[in-house]
DNA sequence: AGAGTTTGAGTTAACGATAACTCAAAATTT
DNA sequence: AAATTTTGAGTTATCGTTAACTCAAACTCT
């Protein structure tokens, strides 16, 4: 309501015609005479008449407007994942609008019912998010909703996901394979599944190695500050790691600070694998080791289901899952001579 | 109209009430008995019930949403003007939709419009923004619109920016007095204004002291990976800098990176001095000396004056300009002695 | 007890856009 | 020239919500 002042009434008035007629030209239906068309163009232009989204939507049509869910703004694993749906969304004429989660639940519900209720035509969410009975209505509702990286609560709606298991054992695999024996690893945020399946990738695969001491897993919480300081833990072990596993690559960035504050040099004292391979991990220097979800594929494959969810297909139970992959840079080399 | 099915309607059938009844219950308007309160919220929290968004625009009720659009998601300088902007909406009981620029002015115009018909209450936007005709428009529509950094072309909209000038001028002046003389800078993107202004108050300063050097200033674009390239060819000069200035933190820590590819240590070797004051610097080892920006303030004041400007208050011409400081921090220290 | 007041609903109209329908005038056919 | 079709508009009704108004029943006062 600001001030959208403009209506079709405004136009219809300039031009002579009724509003109906001016709605007719605007929207290339019903029969018009090349000059009424002329002239109701001109009308609009020359009032910069833009048509109301509200009552537009009120009406049934859609707002090409997407909305999106995600966490938060800073962490460039989301930042990346919002710009490559956006670009997804643009590609299909859809204008992707960006909320972050919040922090109480039941203002993100009747948020998400606002969203829903006729300003955007629907939700890509990007779990961690509140309630489960909240995803139940969602459900109910029969909004096209895409949810990405859910792991929790059994649900029907459509899901796009990458699996962070594969390319964390790929990761701890890789330097079992350069010849590290004590590989230690700073985890991601205490109550996020990515961090979850993380660790239980680096377990798994530590105690089939025969090579698991807890000693070497420090809590972490994907921060660079973290990292830094998990990483002086690390380091200062009487029998410290040749090679450090981090959850996320800023926690990466932190544990190779802490390196060096050690005056130990990468990759030749300590090898370091991240993992979200964000633009930074290829710049840096060392470059880093990484394993890099697919985030332009979960991206255009979350936009892609709720193109078909709005064209009237069904997506339900849909379970879209990409495989996550080991990018090996200059971080990661051979394990050093201790005794030589 | 995606299916947020459930209306006023269906909780009064449920209710057994008239929809006018509902809507009263539930906005707390008119008089209404205790029994039928009763009967209608738990009809509408059995339904789940949602107001749609669109029919209440429509009717002139605001939407609690404030949009917000900014040029990219990825730098973590827009990133903490988002998270700061929709930390301050919050506050005042807002959501902030966030979009990103569209390269298209003539799209970007028509989604301002339908953002300001009926789908957000105002817009705050953070230059570079398109045409200059466009802004015309705007101001003629009376919307609630705040501008974040903006220069360029005259307007009678409500700005909100940070002098960068002030603060380059400072973190060269302290360059200077830690005892170096030869201190190159590595510019912005060509385009922006506020490389422009990095770029001017660096060029005053080192005219002023006698010390310009045309050989000293290389091209970037705020990327660390340009921050790297030209950091290294600074390094290779015959007379090369003992203190780099760049535009932006990225590229500081590009310049860093190139330091130590050149086996100079910083600060000892090399000082370096960054702009943006992100997250990061602090982080980063060694933290990093840069020119900050009091991005909360800027997010606070600029929510403000929407409010303001949504109050009915007169905003035109308003100017709010925050100075930007110089954080000193391990990055840079005195400079070398050449020839001891 | 009659006049006025309060209470607790319901009715109507409007926001702006548009799908479905109507209808006179012009164009075409027979 | 009469009958039919096409054209180019205008009318009406509707989406969901809410402000402004209406109105019967219950309650208060002298």
Redesign the pocket.
Known sequence: ?PD?????????RLA?????????V??N?????????KRVLEAARQLG?????????????PTQILGMVIPELISPYFAEVARAAADAASRQGYDLALFTTSRDPKRERERVGALL??LADGLIIVVPIGAAGFLADLERSRAPVVLINHFGASTHLPVVRADSFQGSLAAVEHLLSLGHRRIGFVTGAAHSSQAAERYRAYQACMVAAGLWDEALVRPGDFTQRRGFEAGLELLSLPDPPTAIFAASDLTAFGVIDAARAKGLRVPEDLSVVGFDDIPAAAHAHPSLTSVAHPIQAMAQAAVDLFLKARAGQTVRDTLIEFPSRLVVRASSGPAPRRWP
Do not use: P, Q
Not at 4 to 12: F, I, K, Q, R, Y
Not at 16 to 24: E, F, H, I, L
Not at 29 to 37: A, F, M, P, Q, V
């Open positions: 309501m959208s002042n403009v209506t079709l009434e405004h136009v219809a002579g015609v009724s509003k109906v007629t001016v709605s007719k605007l929207n239906t019903g029969r018009i005479s090349e000059d009424t068309r008449y833009v048509a109301n989204t509200a009552a537009r939507s009120l009406r049934g049509r209720g006729g």
